[in-house]
């Protein structure tokens, strides 16, 4: 089984609805991420998590809402979802104790908003 | 702002070839730099990761350089294969939560 799995992988949506990515972990790590990549932009962050009292804005947080409901799950939301919010969405976790700090992804939802 | 930038954008190479990746970025106070491949409809798979107190890295047929003082790092690919191709993303840590991506590099390497 996937350390990092998401759901849904693939999502299509209309303008102003409400959205929810989930992501799961089974690697016991505390830091979990939300990116996004974009044709051309390369991925970018939305939202970080040290723990789950411990939540963070990234470089581009507008538009995006999480939750950190337990140390194995982070979830984003899009409140009313727009058109340039269609993208590539990607949640990674990494290890607080590790030496390495290496991020580990999950596979990927791609969003499509019309 | 931590700016990364990968040359070349894309690459096309004989299997067999050995092929040279580059990565460059702006602050040379890093934490760490990380090397990913990225397959279509995949998410990213952590393929090495240099600390910034380390030259480089190796894993099988895979080496990875780090030269903080200019803000350049190299991937190398020994005898390029076809399951090569992919995307190479290369990513630099700067402070203590997020990762700085450069827009990658596509490989393709024809049989």
């Known amino acids: 089984d996937a350390d990092v799995t998401q759901t849904p992988r693939n999502r299509i949506t209309k303008t102003g609805k409400r959205i929810m990515l989930e992501c799961s972990q089974t690697?016991?790590?505390?830091?979990m991420y939300w990116y996004r990549q974009d044709p051309g932009l390369g991925l970018r962050l939305i939202y970080y998590?040290?723990?789950?009292?411990?939540?963070n804005k990234g470089e581009i947080s507008d538009g995006y809402s999480v939750s950190r409901q337990a140390q194995a799950k982070f979830s984003l939301s899009l409140e009313s979802a727009i058109p340039n919010q269609t993208a590539l969405y990607f949640c990674?976790?990494?290890?607080?104790?590790?030496?390495?700090?290496?991020?580990?992804f999950g596979p990927g939802t791609r969003l499509t908003v019309l | 702002k931590q700016e990364v930038t990968q040359i070349p954008a894309a690459l096309s190479v004989p299997e067999g070839e050995n092929l040279v990746l580059n990565c460059s970025f702006t602050?040379?106070?890093?934490?760490?730099l990380q090397w990913f491949r990225q397959d279509p409809g995949k998410g990213l798979t952590s393929l090495l990761l240099?600390?910034?107190?380390?030259r480089e890295q190796t894993s099988g047929r895979l080496n990875a350089s780090l030269d903080k003082s200019s803000g350049r790092s190299t991937l190398y690919i020994a005898a390029s294969q076809p399951g090569d191709s992919a995307t190479y993303l290369c990513a630099v840590r700067v402070s203590g939560y997020a990762l700085n991506f450069g827009k990658g590099t596509s490989l393709l390497v024809t049989p």
């Open positions: 240099i600390q910034s107190s380390q």
């Open positions: 690697k016991g790590h505390d830091r």
């Open positions: 990674a976790t990494s290890d607080l104790q590790g030496s390495t700090d290496t991020q580990y």
């Open positions: 602050d040379s106070a890093i934490y760490n």
């Open positions: 998590s040290f723990d789950v009292k411990d939540i």
